[in-house]
């Protein structure tokens, strides 16, 4: 019977329909789709951007790698920065730096600090679980670290959370994954 | 298992419990009840018809629609397809075919059946649940302890003193002052600890300042108080755990080198502060070095 086929008709398959949405916008529901899906990773952006402003370092908050700072941060813990240029170095100070060349930042605590009357800084860090201070993994024949080598001061802490930032990192193809995921479910989706 | 008289619920499959297709839906049209069901363009929106009810995807969107005239309120999206479906069915009250009023039934686009929209949809909202119910104990442990004041008085003596003058061997390979202090340190710090701590950094720190630098710290002690260790400190005659090398020499007859103990408190989420304790001790350098005795 052509009108039971035709009623049998829309009734679904078995499986996953994601088009569903899709199929029912029209061209403005999908621009609206689009535009959607813009503002959320523009908002992103903006948040992080405005982040960066707010605390005064290039990267506010960070994902603890390895365990030299044990036992207060483990690997895979998240770390607030904030770098107000006007406070000067102290020791016992939690300090985010960068060795020169190198790009992964590294998160140690200050235990020497030499301050010129001019205000040049030259201070040395070293782990709260390593035997030895950071002489070895500063540059060869560098001593001291100073004020341009910090991306920031260790502020603020919450446990755990990072790990998601390293199965990441070390598995790219999940990365990737939760990325084409999440843009889909936005992109695909009608907002009712 | 069918209890209540009335057409069988539509798998969706398009079959019944009972493996035949819908009676209800060709039998409608047959005798001629109504609009033929077939006009009505449902425009390819395959769904899985809700369970419990009658079919009722077309008589929904005429729901919408309904809605949509009365309230005039948010613009609902026309579905293309259902245009031509005349005056009729609009002005229809919202019922299944055997008079049972339709109970809209919200649909799930990303699911594959009846059964596994359950078990995703059920771990989906447990999970979500669980993060923020986590989120808000985390917040919870931060917010009730960010203001709390983390000093307390501690008392520090020094007993003994020694200076040289060595090549420092730990960077700089110039002859740099190198001092010795041996020291007591008497703190109670049983009041910092509360649930949202996990471990205070102790650390004593020697400041001075001398002819090159305005300004000079030195750790010279540190010790993880884990919560749950003893928290009362009573060190005594204890020795420096790392060298007290002077950027230079300035250490040499310093008048006001001044010792401090410091904490870092480790929360278990929430502000890292640097906090100094209530007590200080300075002491001055000899003038000579010692070159003979050892430490």
Redesign the interface.
């Known amino acids: 019977m052509v009108r039971a086929s035709t009623v049998g008709a829309h009734l679904p398959a078995p499986g996953f329909d994601i088009f569903g949405d899709l199929r029912k916008m029209n061209k403005r529901q999908l621009y609206y789709q689009v535009l959607n899906f813009a503002m959320i990773v523009s908002s992103a952006l903006m948040i992080w951007k405005g982040l960066i402003v707010l605390t005064g370092s290039e990267s506010p908050i960070v994902v603890v790698l390895s365990g030299s700072m044990e036992p207060a941060f483990h690997r895979g813990d998240l770390l607030f920065l904030t770098y107000f240029r006007e406070d000067p170095i102290r020791a016992g100070e939690i300090v985010v730096f960068k060795v020169e060349g190198r790009d992964i930042p590294i998160v140690h605590r200050v235990i020497k600090v030499h301050e010129k009357d001019n205000g040049d800084i030259k201070f040395l860090t070293t782990g709260d679980n390593n035997e030895v201070d950071d002489r070895g993994l500063y540059k060869e024949g560098q001593n001291w670290l100073e004020k341009k080598d910090v991306v920031g001061r260790a502020r603020g802490f919450l446990p755990y959370v990072g790990m998601v930032t390293i199965i990441m990192n070390d598995y790219p193809k999940f990365k990737y994954a939760l990325l084409a995921v999440m843009g889909a479910s936005v992109l695909l989706k009608r907002e009712s | 298992m069918q209890t209540r008289a009335g057409p069988p619920d ?1 798998t ?3 079959r019944t419990f009972l493996g035949e ?1 819908p009676p209800l ?2 039998a409608d ?1 047959r005798k001629g009840r109504g609009r ?3 006009r009505l363009r ?8 809700p369970a419990g009810g009658c079919v009722r ?1 077309a008589g929904t969107r005429a729901l919408d629609r309904v809605q949509d005239r009365k309230g005039g309120g948010a613009a609902v ?4 397809g259902t245009r031509g479906t005349g005056g009729a069915d609009r002005r229809e009250p919202v019922r299944c075919r055997n008079g049972v009023p339709a109970v809209p039934v919200p649909r799930c ?5 009846a059964e596994m929209n359950t078990v995703l949809s059920r771990a989906n909202s447990l999970f979500a649940f669980s993060l923020s119910v986590m989120a808000a104990l ?1 917040f919870g442990c931060f917010i009730t302890t960010a203001f709390k004041d983390r000093s307390v008085p501690v008392r520090l003596h020094v007993s003994r003193i020694m200076l040289k003058n060595v090549e420092d061997f ?3 390979r110039e002859r740099s002052d190198l001092g010795f202090i041996t020291f007591d340190i008497t703190a109670d710090l049983e009041n910092i600890f509360d649930w949202n701590v ?2 205070l ?1 102790l ?1 004593l ?1 020697a ?1 001075y300042s001398t002819k ?8 010279l002690w ?1 010790k ?1 108080v ?1 919560r749950g260790d003893n928290p009362k400190l009573l060190l005594k005659d204890m020795k420096t755990k ?1 060298f007290f090398f002077d ?1 230079g020499n300035g250490l040499k007859g310093n008048r006001n080198v001044t010792l401090t103990l ?1 904490w ?1 408190v ?7 502060p ?1 906090v100094t304790g209530s007590g200080h001790v300075s002491v001055p350098f000899p003038d000579t070095y010692e070159i003979t005795k050892s430490y």
Do not use: C, M
């Open positions: 539509v969706p499959s398009g297709t839906l060709v049209w033929p069901r077939a449902l425009s390819g929106s395959a769904r899985a018809p995807a999206a026309r579905v293309p686009v990303l699911g594959a059946s985390t730990t960077g700089p996990k471990q950094f650390y720190s400041e090159n630098n305005a300004l000079n710290q030195v750790v540190d993880i884990l790392y950027d410091s870092n480790v929360p278990n989420a929430g502000i890292l640097l």
